[in-house]
C-alpha cells in the first residue's frame, strides 16, 4: 500500500497565528501513530488530512487528490471521531449505514443488501431496526466504524479512538482494528495507544518534534510528559 497522505510546506493559520506550522510529510506505513499533549495540533492535522480545513499555504493530497471534496473521498478516506455522536445523522442503524453507500451510487436496495450482509457478518443482524441513539456510546463508536468500513477506503484516521470506552469496549474495538487491512493513522496524546504502530510522529506546537519507530519516539516523548507533569503544566496558558 503506497500514496497515502502528502503534505507539502501544508500550513495552517487561524486568527493571526500558527496552528501548525508548514508540514511535509509522506505517511504511506500501513499504522502511523500522531502523539502530542493537548493542544499541540493534533486535531487540526487530522482536520487538514481530512479535507475539513484547508492548508493556508502549501498542499495536502490524499491518494494523489485533494481532499476537500468528500464524496470523492469515501473510496480513500475515513475518519472516525472522538465522538459517535458528531458523526450519526440518522435515527436507525440501517439508514446510518446506508446513507454511504447511497451517496456513491447504490440503489437504495442495494444499499439495504449491503448493509444486512455486514451486520450479519459481524453478528449484529438485530442492529438493522435500532435506534441510534438507543445504543451504548460503544455500540454508536462501533456503529460509525461499520460505516466507513462499508465505503472500504484505503486509510482510516482515528481521533482518540478509546477515549471514554470501559476497558472491555476499548479491548473488542482495538481487535477489530488491528484485523483491518487499511491503513490507520491514529491521533491521541496515549503513548500506549500506539506502541505497535510502525511509525510515530510527535507533533509539539504544530511542529514535528521527533518522526521514527515507536521504540525511537516513544521514550522521549514518555519522558518529556513526565516532566512536564512534575511542574506546572498549565503555566503556558498564561503567555
Known sequence: MQVGITLTGARLRLQG?????PLSLSLVEPRIGII????SGKTSLLRLMAGL???TSGEVLVEGRAPQDRRAMLANLGILFQN????????TVGEELAFGLRQIGHSQAQAEAAVTALLAAEGRSHWFSANTHALSQ???????????????????LLDEPFAGLDLPTQARLARR?????QRLITITHDPVAVADCDRILWLDAGCIRADGPPAVVLPGFTTEMTRIGE????????D
Request: glycine residues 6%; neutral net charge.
Open 17 to 21: 497565528r500558527d496552528i501548525l506550522a
Open 36 to 39: 502530542g499533549r493537548n493542544g
Open 53 to 55: 480545513v484547508a492548508p
Open 84 to 91: 459517535p455522536d458528531h458523526q450519526i445523522l440518522f435515527p
Open 138 to 156: 460503544g455500540q454508536r463508536h462501533y456503529l460509525c466504524l461499520l460505516a466507513i468500513l462499508l465505503m472500504a477506503p484505503k486509510t482510516i
Open 177 to 181: 482494528l488491528k484485523a483491518l487491512p
Open 231 to 238: 511542574v506546572d503544566a498549565d503555566t503556558d496558558l498564561a
